[in-house]
């Protein structure tokens, strides 16, 4: 596939593709021999990969040293398991505090509510006519 095919396939800019490439988030893409990145299926589990994790907020730091450590091989995989065990538990925690944030924009929001529901009925009784 080319970086035009991934980019709209992962809605993801050419040049956010090209820029995980050189800093090392994705491992390094086969060229044409006209030099003309080609994305394989492999390539493109890693892209589906990054985009999923740095939208989960996952730093960039961490996913870097990942794919270091994928690249190294198969003695690594208890260090990736443990990145991904500690990145998890970070991801739980923003979780928790997105939940506990929530429960008190709805507190907010319910107060409103209430004030508006006083309102609207304060408004009603000075509204009424005399023959009401």
């Given at each position: ?33 006209g030099g003309i990145r080609d994305y394989t299926d492999d390539d493109c589990n890693w892209v589906g990969f990054v985009k999923c994790m740095r939208s989960a907020g996952l730093t960039i730091e961490a996913l870097i040293e990942y794919v270091t450590l994928y ?62």
């Amino acid at each position: 596939m080319t970086i035009a095919e991934v980019s709209k396939k992962f809605d993801i800019s050419a040049d956010t593709l090209r820029y995980y490439e050189r800093i090392g988030l994705i491992p390094p893409v086969h060229r044409t021999a006209g030099g003309i990145r080609d994305y394989t299926d492999d390539d493109c589990n890693w892209v589906g990969f990054v985009k999923c994790m740095r939208s989960a907020g996952l730093t960039i730091e961490a996913l870097i040293e990942y794919v270091t450590l994928y690249q190294q091989g198969d003695e690594t995989v208890q260090a990736r398991k443990d990145l991904l065990m500690e990145q998890r538990r970070l991801l739980l925690e923003r979780i928790e505090e997105m939940q506990a944030t929530v429960k008190r924009l709805d507190g907010k929001i319910e107060r409103y509510d209430q004030w508006n529901q006083r309102f609207s009925e304060k408004f009603a009784q000075n509204n009424k006519t005399p023959t009401e």
